[in-house]
């Protein structure tokens, strides 16, 4: 094959405009916590200080939940016709200010511009587009002729799809009526101040959305707060799981959306080269940082060296570096915390007897950044294959009947998604009844449209976001 040199191609960074503090954003004003903390967020491909952020405390939550609670009396009593107007506006300003968006994004994550400016703020706009739509058609969405909205619903999101889970979540709110306060990760709260921003510039009447920034105290604070009526979280199996006993005895409803270890299975009847394109975008978009990301490649034994060997060409092609550069298909992992991790884990698949692999690859000096990873070697009992990595490390197991693909997919306490590759379509629907997992894809991987649901079983949570079923969570049914 031809090498290409590639000449850098760096998005400007003078599309947007990061002020040197932020506060919180309490009933349609910018403030000050009230005790003055702060906390700064980094980029983390440079580690550069972007902003200061305010740091919410127990007092600075109750006032965002006063404040929603009093914009529910009269946002819940507007017509959906007049609530979708609001929803979109608002998703045709973020399509407006979407090259901005995308740069702050991968500012403050370290996902690659492309990542952020084609798949992201697409999906984004996408989500309130969607919701607009229904807002005047709840009574036909199968949840009785006059549902009502909950109330205030509390929502936590991770730092790994920043705005996309704040639409996730806002969107459907909104549309049935209910007034949100939002926690955005710790690590990556500038592009939810954006939105804050957004909603002032959109007309969103004040106190409809509150966004409070801080660390995990903060979210702790908000899912216990009693005037909150509905708990949306996305995150770890273990926040999940401390979310769960903290509402338990209450009447508060509860989404969780939790960890993952999908199966990206390949049967031998499978388009090779596609196969690969699809487990290369299963793994290492994002950096490896999705919740659904297909972390175990269960491959038929009689295509494995014909598979690995497309695979590793094909991760030979792949550049790490500036997330801002146009080139870049592997951006810096979000956090030194993060990266302790990953590490961690990889050292461990090496001394449990798995064999490692990465592609010659300079990694940048400053920054935090993993080389895409290959195992093989590995058993079910390997701490790769049983754990959540959340990075760019890729677990390889064969299988060699339909049977032991379906029992090793299954073996795991997630149950988030799951990927089939084959050409026979009696194959494809018999595996993905046999699979627990929330979302099955065929022939492809991470394919996300808002019509659609999306959410697990076992550890990986309970509710759906998405499409009709994405109402429910935040409707009195």
């Known amino acids: 094959m031809p090498v290409f040199e590639y000449a850098p191609a760096p998005e400007s960074r003078a599309v947007v405009d990061i002020a040197p503090s932020y506060g919180l954003f309490i009933d349609g004003e910018f403030g000050e916590a009230v005790d003055g903390k702060v906390f700064k967020t980094l ?36 017509p959906g016709s007049e609530r979708a107007k609001y929803l979109f506006r608002i998703a045709r300003i973020i399509q407006e200010r979407s090259r901005e968006l995308a740069v702050l994004e991968s500012l403050d994550n370290g996902k690659p511009i492309r990542e952020s400016r084609d798949s992201d703020l697409p999906l984004v706009a996408a989500h309130f587009f969607y919701y607009a739509g229904w807002a005047d058609k709840l009574a036909y969405a199968g949840y009785g002729p006059d549902p009502r909205p909950l109330g205030v619903a509390g929502q936590i999101i991770p730092w790994n799809f920043p705005l996309l889970m704040l639409a996730w979540k806002i969107a459907p709110a909104l549309a049935t009526g209910n007034t949100v306060v939002l926690k955005p990760a710790e690590t990556t709260p500038l592009s939810a101040l954006f939105f804050a921003d957004i909603c002032r510039q959109a007309g969103l009447p004040k106190g409809v959305v509150n966004i409070i920034t801080g660390d995990g105290s903060t979210g702790a604070e908000l899912v216990a707060h009693p005037g909150i009526d509905k708990v949306a979280f996305t995150g770890s199996t273990e926040v999940g799981k401390a979310i769960a006993r903290t509402v338990a005895g209450t ?201 659609s649901p999306f959410g697990g079983y076992k550890e990986s949570g309970y509710g759906r976001e998405g499409g009709r079923h994405g109402l429910e969570a935040y409707l009195d049914v």
Not at 56 to 73: G, I, L, Y
Not at 256 to 284: M, R, S, T
């Open 43 to 78: 980029s983390p491909s440079s580690e550069e200080v972007l902003s200061e952020v305010a740091q919410a405390s127990a007092e600075d939550v109750d006032r965002a939940v006063k404040a929603a609670r009093k914009a529910f009396t009269t946002w819940s009593a507007l």
């Open 251 to 451: 009447k508060k409803k509860v989404t969780l959306e939790l960890g993952g270890k999908a199966a990206n299975i390949v049967f031998d009847d499978a388009p090779i080269d596609q196969a690969v394109e699809g487990i290369i975008g299963g793994i290492f978009f994002n950096q490896g940082h999705v919740c659904c990301a297909g972390s175990r490649l269960l491959v038929q034994e009689s295509v494995q060296d014909e598979l690995l060997d497309a695979l590793k060409r094909r991760m030979g092609t792949l550049r790490v570096g500036d997330p801002l550069d146009k080139n870049t298909d592997i951006g810096a992992i979000n956090s030194a915390e993060q990266l302790a991790r990953i590490r961690a884990l990889a050292d461990a698949g090496e001394a449990e007897g798995a064999e490692r692999w990465a592609p010659q690859c300079e990694l940048p000096s400053s920054g935090y950044w993993f080389a895409p990873t290959l195992f093989t070697g590995v058993t079910q009992a390997h701490r790769i294959a049983r754990e959540e990595i959340f990075g760019p490390v890729l677990s390889v197991l064969t299988f060699r009947t339909p049977e032991e693909a379906v029992a090793k997919a299954n073996n795991t306490p997630y149950g988030l998604s799951a990927g089939i590759w084959t050409e026979k379509g009696s194959r494809i629907l018999w595996m993905a009844n046999k699979l627990r997992a929330g979302v099955v894809w065929s022939n492809t991987f991470n394919k996300f449209d808002p019509a």
